[in-house]
């Protein structure tokens, strides 16, 4: 990693401890490696993301269902799913400290990332965690958390005809968590144990497959622009045949310049009709009279992955000032606050009440609004920049007389003047 880019991330992981974005997980037991757990702004930014997702994905189309099925499902279906068989990363231990690796991911070829003597042979590691349920413990009793939300879809697709009956093409969405035991998770919240998933599985007659996968290449990036990702540091990856998932005929990865290097952020995949035909699904095409197995697209965005590509496309320094001035530049729909109210003193009960009402009108409007009467007015300001607020809404003594509030752009540092009755309007203009 370059020093500025190691820089980058130190303060990108550092403002989310301070500020209640991410913290580790366990942390007053020690933590436990490849865990995290989020704060409320960090719940905030994954659930505006999550729901920007929904909203383009699912609800905002007349051709998706929404599903949310169990985490833990019959082992059956990950042994036809080939998870079982194949859902695995080369596996290496050090012939001198005993540390283990992912051979792929060894800073140097063949050596410890630790001690620097040899490893041994790679061996494979399945990555589902296993567990056992009811209250017998043996073979007949291990279950699997699911390793991807993908096959709680399929295992739904026959409910999901019979309930509805849709026509080709038809998809089914789901956001959940899924989990996966890496061998060294690493780089903050890029690659855990537990994570997001939001899916897409497309279903499609097999010649249509090179225009929707056209065509879901095309939405995904609309939708990464649409959340503010930073494009010039997506890249497009044609997966190469020899590194293809067991059920993948394409794979596209989009790819993100992360401070630790060139890494997948979203993948789309051509599954063929591989998931269906293992489960043993077919469809019924009324307008031919036939039966088929449908062939699947796959759009599929990590949650934690997106919050991480946020806070790097948004971490900005503005030098102008005699003082650097760090600060998020979140589109409005997905800051984790959309502006903050303050008194300008806070010990003027005047100040304070008026302050209150306006508070209690644009949280009934807005939700994600936040009361900051904390230090002076600088201090909030800063703390606002910091975790990324459009806004911020001062009432100061010229709004006792004139109705008058003033209002703070975060990227710019400029102030307005505008009424108390406009301060709705003026946010939703700038938010559309
Ligand atoms: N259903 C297909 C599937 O699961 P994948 O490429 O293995 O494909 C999909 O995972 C997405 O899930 C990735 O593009 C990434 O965003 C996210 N992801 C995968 N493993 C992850 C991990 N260990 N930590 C965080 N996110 C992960």
New binding site residues.
């Given amino acids: 990693m370059q020093e500025k880019d190691e820089k980058l991330m130190e303060k990108v992981i550092s403002l989310c401890k301070r500020r209640g974005f991410i913290y580790p997980g366990s942390e007053i037991y020690g933590g436990l490696a490849?865990t995290w757990d989020y704060g409320p702004l960090g719940v905030s930014l994954k659930n505006n993301i999550k729901n920007s997702w929904w909203k383009k994905f699912v609800d905002g189309r007349e051709d998706m269902y929404g599903v949310d099925a169990a985490i833990i499902m019959n082992p059956s279906v990950w042994k036809a799913s080939g998870h079982v068989d194949t859902f695995s990363d080369p596996l290496v231990e050090c012939t001198k400290c005993k540390r283990r690796f992912r051979e792929d991911q060894l800073k140097e070829k063949g050596k410890c990332d630790d001690c620097g003597s040899p490893v041994g042979e790679a061996k494979q590691f399945n990555m589902m965690f296993r567990t056992q349920i009811g209250a017998v413990e043996d073979s007949s009793s291990t279950v699997y958390l699911r390793?991807?939300?993908?096959q709680g879809m399929f295992v739904n697709f026959k409910n999901i005809v019979d309930s509805f009956h849709p026509k080709l093409p038809f998809g089914m969405g789901q956001i959940g968590k899924?989990f996966?035991n890496?061998i060294t998770?690493r780089d903050f919240?890029?690659?855990?144990?537990e994570?997001e998933?939001m899916?897409i599985e497309y279903f499609i007659k097999e010649e249509w497959w090179e225009k929707y996968f056209e065509y879901w290449h095309d939405e995904m990036i609309e939708w990464m622009e649409s959340i503010g990702v930073d494009m010039n540091r997506v890249h497009e990856l044609e997966v190469e045949k020899e590194d293809l998932?067991h059920y993948s005929k394409r794979t596209i990865?989009?790819e993100f310049d992360f401070p630790f290097g060139r890494k997948?952020?979203?993948?789309l995949?051509y599954r063929t009709d591989f998931d269906l035909s293992k489960h043993n699904l077919i469809y019924q095409d009324e307008e031919t009279n036939s039966k088929l197995v449908p062939h699947v697209i796959?759009p599929?965005?990590?949650?934690?992955?997106?919050v991480l590509a946020l806070l790097v496309s948004s971490y900005k320094e503005d030098e102008s000032g005699e003082e650097s001035r760090p600060y998020l530049s979140f589109k409005p729909s997905i800051a984790p606050v959309i502006c903050a109210i303050s008194p300008l003193l806070k010990n003027k009960p005047e100040l304070r009440d008026y302050a209150r009402v306006v508070y209690g009108n644009l949280k009934n409007e807005f939700g994600r609004v936040m009361w900051d009467d904390n230090g002076n007015i600088g201090k909030r300001y800063r703390r606002q920049d910091e975790i990324g607020t459009p806004w911020c809404i001062v009432i100061d003594f010229d709004t006792l007389t004139d109705g008058s509030v003033t209002i703070r752009d975060r990227d710019t540092g400029k102030q307005e003047r505008i009424k108390k009755e406009d301060i709705i309007e003026y946010i939703k203009e700038r938010m559309n």
Avoid: C
């Avoid at 919240?189 to 144990?193: A, L, M, S």
């Fill in positions: 490849g390793p991807e939300t993908a899924a996966r890496e998770p919240i890029f690659r855990v144990r994570f998933q899916e998932a990865d989009f997948e952020l979203y993948g995949a796959e599929t965005f990590g949650v934690d992955r997106s």
